[in-house]
């Protein structure tokens, strides 16, 4: 029905960037919220970010001015723009879309993700 394809993902040295960007395509009537999980080398899944239709955001607080989540509505696409980048930022970064599909109803996808890696 609906499908999420990840991009951006890399190895990047400590203090360095990334850009990740999340398009969602398929039987869309609206997209509700977008956002990034992670998954630890633990296996520890925690939201990263995410955002509504209207721009308010929502961020976990150790990414909170290192992080920015931002969408365009238009192309249904999500960012997240990762700076200063540390060691333990090291992860899977899923997007995640909370969808109301075509046919009304309400759903969430996710993407299957892509490899974050913090090193020198």
């Known amino acids: 029905q609906v499908q999420l394809v990840e991009s951006g993902g890399g190895l990047v040295q400590p203090g360095g960037s990334l850009r990740l960007s999340c398009a969602a395509s398929g039987s869309i009537s609206r997209i509700n919220v977008m956002g990034w999980y992670r998954q630890t080398p633990e296996n520890q899944r925690e939201l990263v970010a995410a955002i509504t239709t209207g721009g308010p955001t929502n961020y976990t607080d150790s990414m909170k001015g290192r992080f920015t989540i931002s969408r365009d509505n238009a192309k249904n696409t999500v960012y997240l723009q990762m700076n200063s980048l540390k060691p333990e930022d090291t992860a899977v970064y899923y997007c995640?879309?909370?969808?109301?599909?075509?046919?009304?109803?309400?759903?969430?996808?996710w993407g299957r993700g892509t490899q974050v890696t913090v090193s020198s």
């Open positions: 995640l879309a909370d969808v109301t599909t075509a046919t009304l109803r309400r759903l969430n996808f």
